[in-house]
Nanobody
Framework: QVQLVESGGGLVQAGGSLRLSCTAS????????MGWFRQAPGKEREFVAA????????YYADSVKGRFTISRSNAENTVYLQMNSLKPEDTAVYYC????????????????????WGQGTQVTVSS
C-alpha cells in the first residue's frame, strides 16, 4: 500500500509560481511512474504531467507545456510539480498519483492507469 500526500498549493496571482510536492510512503516509490492530475469545479479530472520511474521521460498536457515542470527525487520519495506563469484557468484541485503496474508512455495520460492517489491540494490563481 502506498500513501501519497500533496502539499504546496495556495492562492497566487496570475503570472506567479507555485511548487507542488507529493511525498510517498513505502519503499517501492522508485519503481513507480508518477503523475499529476487536476480537477476544476464542474469539470472532469484531467491529466497535467507525468514522469517515468527514473525521471528520464516526462509527459505534459498541451495546456501546461512550457510552463510546468515535473521532477522527482527517489531518494526523498517525492515528486514535484513546478508551476510557472500561472493562469486563472489553472485553478483546480491538484492530485498526484502513482502507477505500480509498470505502465509507461501513453498509458500515463490516463487516470485509470494509476493505482494510488493523494487527497489533493487546492491551487487558486487570481486574475
Amino acid at each position: 500500500q502506498v500513501q501519497l500526500v500533496e502539499s504546496g498549493g495556495g492562492l497566487v496571482q496570475a503570472g506567479g509560481s507555485l511548487r507542488l510536492s507529493c511525498t510517498a510512503s513505502g519503499r517501492t516509490f522508485s519503481s513507480y511512474a508518477m503523475g499529476w492530475f487536476r480537477q476544476a469545479p464542474g469539470k472532469e479530472r484531467e491529466f497535467v504531467a507525468a514522469t517515468s520511474w527514473n525521471g528520464i521521460s516526462t509527459y505534459y498536457a498541451d495546456s501546461v507545456k512550457g510552463r510546468f515542470t515535473i521532477s522527482r527525487s527517489n531518494a526523498e520519495n517525492t515528486v514535484y510539480l513546478q508551476m510557472n506563469s500561472l493562469k486563472p484557468e489553472d485553478t483546480a484541485v491538484y492530485y498526484c498519483a502513482a502507477n505500480s503496474r509498470g505502465l509507461g508512455g501513453s498509458y500515463l495520460y490516463a487516470f485509470k492507469t494509476y493505482d494510488y492517489w493523494g487527497q489533493g491540494t487546492q491551487v487558486t490563481v487570481s486574475s
